[in-house]
């Protein structure tokens, strides 16, 4: 379990996490798959992967509570339900020689959805998330904003409470031109990629990749008064990835270094491979959002 992108949240309170209120009150909100007449439906299930009714619904270790949340859906085009009214539409005013009215062509719609809602292939997508009770932190895996605020809002839900505010809190455009502009943090090293955006009303944006971030051509678009919106970098050997400029870290890769460290758990051992994955990927991403809140000041007032 390698989380791949983050979004990650500062506690306001801190939080105390009981194991057996926590595993009743996720229950509570366990999934279930959608009904023949749902178009979607949300849940909590075992991180572990485990069908095991039974089986505790967050993954606990070093009072860091691993979370996942399960969405399925019903994929039903818009272009079927369309062509399907369409015909329907064009068979009664043939045979009535009259047009179908926007309440009845509305009401001919819902009944084709009701129609084919349970014939329509199901989706499912999984959210996941960890809670770090000593750090005050919520780290979720996740690339965008909704997905995230989704997950949160089921937690929140779920335990009554959950105060958190993005670690981000303002564009972190100024903190990373200085990266290129001067030298950045101690422990990170930039990479070979990065997008740049003017501030004029244009607001052209330059991409480059494979590209030395020192060089000629990248200093004279930092002249010119260009911003960085993303840029590449490596952390402490342990982690390369690409952070925005709204605090977003995408594109995350553990290293060799960290990921070898489980490599002696023989892989049929899904429970025990998994609870080492996390353990290593949940530690070390608490080190380093809290290196980077500390390196660019986040939690200061917004």
């Not at 801190?14 to 194991?19: E, M, Q, V």
């Not at 060089?215 to 402490?236: C, T």
């Not at 080492?276 to 809290?290: G, K, Q, R, T």
Request: glycine fraction near 4%; hydrophobic fraction near 40%.
């Amino acid at each position: 379990m390698w989380f791949k992108n983050i979004k990650a949240y500062r506690l306001t309170q801190p939080l105390s996490l009981n194991d057996d209120a926590l595993q009743t009150a996720l229950s509570e909100h366990s999934f279930r798959p959608c009904g023949s007449q749902e178009s979607a439906s949300m849940g909590f299930v075992s991180p572990l992967h485990s069908a095991d009714q039974h089986t505790l619904l967050f993954h606990q270790t070093q009072l860091r509570y691993w979370i996942t949340l399960k969405k399925q859906e019903r994929l039903l085009p818009t272009s079927v339900v369309n062509s399907e009214l369409a015909d329907k539409v064009a068979q009664i005013e043939a045979e009535t020689g009259s047009p179908v009215g926007k309440k009845a062509q509305s009401d001919l719609k819902q009944e084709i959805i009701t129609r084919l809602l349970p014939q329509a292939f199901l989706k499912n997508t999984y959210t996941h998330g960890f809670i770090s009770i000593s750090d005050n932190l919520v780290v979720v895996d996740a690339s965008a904003d909704g997905k995230a605020e989704a997950f949160l809002a089921m937690v929140r839900k779920a335990l009554g409470s959950l105060p958190v505010v993005p670690l981000v809190k303002h564009s972190l455009q100024s903190e990373l031109t200085h990266w290129l502009t001067a030298r950045p943090p101690a422990r990170i090293e930039l990479l070979e990629e990065a997008e740049f955006k003017s501030t004029d009303d244009v607001g052209s944006i330059i991409r480059c990749k494979n590209q030395p971030l020192d060089s000629d051509e990248i200093k004279l678009h930092l002249d010119a008064g260009k911003l960085v919106q993303k840029v590449a970098f490596e952390f402490d050997e342990t982690l390369e990835a690409i952070i925005q400029e709204d605090g977003a870290v995408k594109r995350i890769k553990f290293t060799d270094r960290i990921k070898e460290e489980t490599q002696d758990i023989p892989k049929d051992q899904v429970a025990a491979r998994l609870d080492a994955e996390f353990s290593l990927m949940s530690a070390e991403l608490c080190l380093f959002v809290n290196f980077l809140s500390e390196a660019l000041n986040l939690d200061k007032d917004a």
